[in-house]
């Protein structure tokens, strides 16, 4: 155990070669599940999308060889559903920071005893399928559930919930609350409390400490949570096809359509390689503009 | 200070002891955890037989399917059988009855929603996984081609000599080496009666009266299918590849676009059973069904006046099947008049077994909708596959996008 204060480095000695050798072997061998793992399961499928996006689909469908930067162009031609997409990533990401925030804060601060006991009942639903929960909410939604609960009330049979923007943001927002709550949770907890009393101390009110203290000691932990739910929002396909009913037509529905019923790859592979372009450059801005004047970067432990 | 925090806790926790009472609370967590984490879905195989074996044990060894089995049950049969397959499509007593009489253990039922979807996924390889698939007939080319199906053993199904002469020797596959019959049937219009008063028999006024009950309509999720509206609206062939043809096509499409509810091959049953869509393009299968149900009583199908298309599927063993004897034997199983017939009064789509027939209610062998009469069937089109014409992606595309 001793050994982790030696973060220093090694000393200066008539041996230091052969140390760097052995820690550098060492260093390699330890990385080396790692690297493998991401050379044969990131880097390699990504590989192949960038070789196929450039080229021509098969009489039968599927990928025959060519390079034409056709398909390139047919995605930027057709990019609504990218903004769509984006539009509806950006609105579910904010949900979430809205409703995660006071949450967390409450987990945080104000839980006491309780506060393992509301972890758990945050945490346990979400061991159950996604899918599962999905289709739940398809009954509670439905003509036999709310929908028709309201539909009888207003008098209005035909009332509907499912397969509007409505429905989706709900199932979506429902899905990713947890990967928005525990990031700022985390860096919540282990924020200094003294920092708020002082600050109370000083006169100021309680909204301004939260704004000018709490908020930018868990900014870290609001960016982590953003980008946990962003990214995977930008692809969601299952909420919208199945409490959608596909009626808003997103990223994931396009390069459905391609894959399994066009049975164009090199089109749809153009359209996903435009995608992860799109969501690099969301994420490098966020990060960097909320990382402006920042000097130290703090990284949350997730 | 995040690495020292880090620090911190380690050293904390590699001080501490652990409680005999902590150690417990941990366990148990992680136990119930492990449970809640396996209740989790299983994939589609292991909950599918689950749902298959719930119906009556005892249909399985004194129902209709006890028929003497033909000297095929002499056959060394494997003990799985992988079948890849549209929803709800095979009766789940005859699935128990086979699995009975054949010492079958595993019976896996993968299902795909449309034929595309089938084609992609044997596309991205996948020789060796099933046994059995159901494509539509026009699509049997296209696979053969391929290399996706294999030729079938006929010496191992005699019952495929009820196979009525007019589906034998047809395009798709001029010698009859690949496919053998499942069933027929039709694309047409479903609607709901009581809400929707105005005439609906044929496609032009599908697309007339659609805006009127716009969000309530419902259409499967098929091109081949989805196209024949407006091309036979028109005037035009189903399977028509014309540009001219086509764009006019669009324009219908794009103007039923969004007044469409859903595009569902699954569930449309369901959302004209609950009202959530009170007209539709759809097949017969879970519709023809509610006109027996008071509630629904008032559901009707048309066979549209201005044509439409007369489809055909059909059963194929895909290549390198890892149960062949298994596969053979179930295309002989199911051929059996008997089991046939159950076949037919449960999925409600007409049989192309002469014998079958005779163990169908006459009620069902006289509906139109079921059983189409000559006159009309002379009338209707068949397909053939065009599933991978560009203009015709694209504007399915746009039709899609555009939904809703």
């Not at chain 1, 990031?183 to 600050?199: F, G």
């Not at chain 1, 096809?241 to 596909?246: E, K, N, Q, T, V």
């Not at chain 2, 008997?338 to 027939?357: F, L």
């Given at each position: 155990?001793a ?5 220093a480095?090694?000393?200066a000695?008539?041996?230091?070669p ?12 330890l990385?080396?599940?790692?690297s493998?793992?991401?050379l044969?399961l ?15 689909r098969?009489?039968n469908?599927?990928?025959a060889g ?8 047919g ?5 609504g ?13 904010i949900?979430c920071?809205?409703l995660?925030l006071?949450l ?8 006491g005893?309780k506060k393992s ?10 061991w ?6 999905t289709?739940?909410?398809?009954t ?7 929908a028709?609960f ?8 035909s009332?509907r919930?499912?397969g ?27 924020m ?7 600050s109370k ?15 930018p000691i ?8 953003s980008?946990?739910?962003f990214i995977?929002?930008?692809g ?8 959608g009913?596909s009626?808003?037509f ?6 459905v359509?391609?894959f ?19 969501m ?14 920042r000097?130290?970067?703090?990284v949350?432990?997730l | 200070?995040?690495d020292?925090?880090?620090?911190q806790m380690?050293r904390r ?30 994939s ?41 397959n ?15 009489q054949?010492g ?16 992609a ?6 020789k ?5 698939v159901?494509?539509?007939?026009e699509f049997v080319p296209?696979?053969?081609?391929q ?30 080496e ?6 027929w049937?039709?694309?047409g219009?479903?609607?709901r009666t ?7 028999k ?5 697309f007339e009266?659609?805006?009127k009950y ?11 299918d ?12 189903l399977?028509?590849?014309?540009p ?19 595009l569902?091959?699954?569930q449309?049953n ?18 023809l069904?509610l006109?027996d149900?008071p509630?629904?009583?008032d559901?009707q ?6 044509g ?5 599927d059909?059963?194929?063993i ?25 076949e ?9 077994n ?6 169908i209610?006459?009620?069902m062998?006289n ?7 000559d006159d009309?069937?002379a009338?209707?089109?068949?397909a ?6 560009p203009?015709?992606?694209?504007i399915w ?5 555009n939904?809703?």
């Amino acid at each position: 155990m001793a050994s982790l204060t030696e973060a220093a480095p090694a000393p200066a000695g008539a041996d230091r070669p052969r140390r760097s050798f052995r820690s550098g072997a060492l260093t390699a061998l330890l990385l080396a599940p790692a690297s493998l793992w991401y050379l044969l399961l990131l880097v390699a499928p990504l590989g192949i999308i960038v070789l196929f996006s450039f080229g021509e689909r098969g009489k039968n469908g599927g990928y025959a060889g060519g390079f034409t930067l056709d398909n390139y162009a047919g995605a930027l031609e057709r990019n609504g559903p990218f903004v769509t997409s984006l539009l509806m990533a950006f609105g579910g990401t904010i949900l979430c920071l809205l409703l995660a925030l006071p949450l967390a804060y409450f987990i945080a601060t104000r839980g006491g005893s309780k506060k393992s006991l509301l972890i758990v009942l945050l945490v346990v639903p979400f061991w159950t399928s996604f899918l599962i929960r999905t289709y739940a909410w398809l009954t509670i939604l439905g003509p036999e559930g709310i929908a028709g609960f309201i539909g009888d009330a207003t008098g209005n049979p035909s009332f509907r919930i499912l397969g509007t923007p409505f429905a989706i943001l709900l199932g979506v927002v429902y899905g990713y609350l947890p990967l928005m709550i525990f990031p700022i949770y985390v860096t919540m907890e282990r924020m200094d409390r003294t920092l708020m009393e002082a600050s109370k101390d000083l006169g100021a009110g309680r909204w301004a400490t939260f704004r000018q203290i709490t908020l930018p000691i868990t900014l870290p932990g609001l960016i982590t949570g953003s980008i946990l739910v962003f990214i995977p929002l930008m692809g969601e396909y299952v909420v919208p096809a199945i409490l959608g009913y596909s009626r808003v037509f997103l990223i994931g529905n396009q390069l459905v359509l391609q894959f399994l019923e066009a049975r164009d790859w090199p089109q749809g592979a153009a359209k996903a390689v435009v995608l992860i372009l799109i969501m690099l450059v969301s994420i490098i801005f966020y990060i960097w503009f909320s990382n402006r004047g920042r000097k130290v970067r703090e990284v949350s432990v997730l | 200070m995040a690495d020292q925090d880090l620090d911190q806790m380690l050293r904390r926790m590699a001080q501490t002891k652990v409680s005999r009472r902590g150690f417990l609370w941990a366990s148990g967590l992680s136990a119930s955890a492990a449970v809640l984490a396996a209740c989790g879905p299983g994939s589609s195989s292991s909950a599918s037989p689950a749902a298959t074996t719930a119906p009556s044990v005892s249909a399985g060894t004194g129902g209709s399917a006890s028929a003497s089995p033909s000297a095929a049950a002499a056959v060394e049969v494997e003990k799985d059988l992988f079948m890849y397959n549209w929803g709800d499509y095979v009766d789940p007593e005859n699935i128990e009855a086979f699995k009975q009489q054949f010492g079958v253990e595993t019976f896996t039922y993968d299902t795909y929603a449309s034929n595309e979807e089938m084609m992609a996924k044997f596309q991205g390889g996948a020789k060796g996984q099933w046994d059995l698939v159901a494509p539509t007939a026009e699509f049997v080319p296209a696979m053969v081609e391929q290399g996706f199906i294999q030729k079938i053993d006929w010496s191992k199904i005699p019952n495929a000599k009820y196979i009525e002469a007019p589906f034998k020797g047809l395009w798709w596959d001029p010698k009859d080496e690949y496919q053998l019959p499942k069933d027929w049937g039709t694309t047409g219009i479903s609607v709901r009666t009581k809400v929707v008063k105005e005439e609906v028999k044929t496609w032009k006024q599908f697309f007339e009266v659609a805006p009127k009950y716009s969000g309530r309509i419902v259409i499967v999720d098929s091109p081949g299918d989805v196209f024949v509206a407006p091309l036979k609206a028109l005037g035009y062939s189903l399977n028509s590849v014309d540009p001219t043809e086509l764009g006019k096509a669009r324009e219908l499409l794009m103007g039923l676009a969004p007044h469409v509810l859903a595009l569902d091959s699954d569930q449309y049953n369901t959302k004209i059973e609950t009202e959530e869509a009170v007209l539709g393009l759809t097949w017969t299968g879970g519709i023809l069904e509610l006109r027996d149900k008071p509630e629904t009583a008032d559901v009707q199908y048309y066979i549209p006046e201005d044509g439409t298309l007369f489809w055909l599927d059909t059963w194929a063993i895909p290549a390198e099947p890892p149960h062949p004897e298994a596969a053979h034997a179930f295309l002989n199983f199911i051929q059996e008049p008997e089991v046939q017939a159950k076949e037919t009064m449960t999925n409600q789509y007409a049989t192309c077994n002469s014998e079958a027939k005779k163990f169908i209610d006459p009620a069902m062998l006289n509906d139109p909708a079921i059983f189409v009469p000559d006159d009309v069937l002379a009338k209707l089109e068949g397909a053939q596959d065009v599933s991978t014409d560009p203009l015709r992606l694209q504007i399915w595309e746009e039709f899609k996008s555009n939904i809703g």
